[in-house]
Nanobody
Framework: VQLQASGGGLVQAGDSLRLSCGAS????????MGWFRQAPGKEREFVAA????????LYADSVKGRFTISRDNAKNTASLQMNRLKPEDTAVYYC?????????????????WGQGTQVTVSS
C-alpha cells in the first residue's frame, strides 16, 4: 500500500491550495485519514483528520477556520483545502491513514504514510 499526496506548491500569503491523498496498490477501507506537516527544524505536527465512515473531523487550532478536510468514499481519497495561507503554514505536508484506529492527533498510530508534498507560503 502506498499513499500519494499531491497539490503542494509555492503561493503567496492569503492564497489557497488543495492537497489530495490517494492510495495505490489495492482497494482499502480506511477508518481514518489525516494530514500532518513538518517545517524545517520542527517536529511533525497534526493538521487535520477525518473518519471514513461517519466523517467526524478534528483540526489543529492553528488551522481551524482556514483548512477543510474532506473525503471521497467512492474514490477512496482525502483532500485538504487550505485557504488564507500564512507563511507559518510552510512545511512538508504528509497524509496518513489507518484501517483500525479512531480519530486521533497522534501520528504514531497511523500505519500508512504518503511521501509528503511541499507547501511554501511567501509573505
Amino acid at each position: 500500500v502506498q499513499l500519494q499526496a499531491s497539490g503542494g506548491g509555492l503561493v503567496q500569503a492569503g492564497d489557497s491550495l488543495r492537497l489530495s491523498c490517494g492510495a495505490s496498490g489495492g482497494t482499502f477501507r480506511w477508518s481514518v485519514m489525516g494530514w500532518f506537516r513538518q517545517a524545517p527544524g520542527k517536529e511533525r505536527e497534526f493538521v487535520a483528520a477525518i473518519t471514513w465512515s461517519s466523517g467526524r473531523i478534528l483540526y489543529a487550532d492553528s488551522v481551524k477556520g482556514r483548512f477543510t478536510i474532506s473525503r471521497d468514499n467512492a474514490k477512496n481519497t482525502a483532500s485538504l483545502q487550505m485557504n488564507r495561507l500564512k507563511p507559518e503554514d510552510t512545511a512538508v505536508y504528509y497524509c496518513a491513514a489507518d484501517q483500525s484506529i479512531g480519530l486521533t492527533t497522534y501520528s504514531g498510530v497511523y500505519t500508512y504514510w504518503g511521501q509528503g508534498t511541499q507547501v511554501t507560503v511567501s509573505s
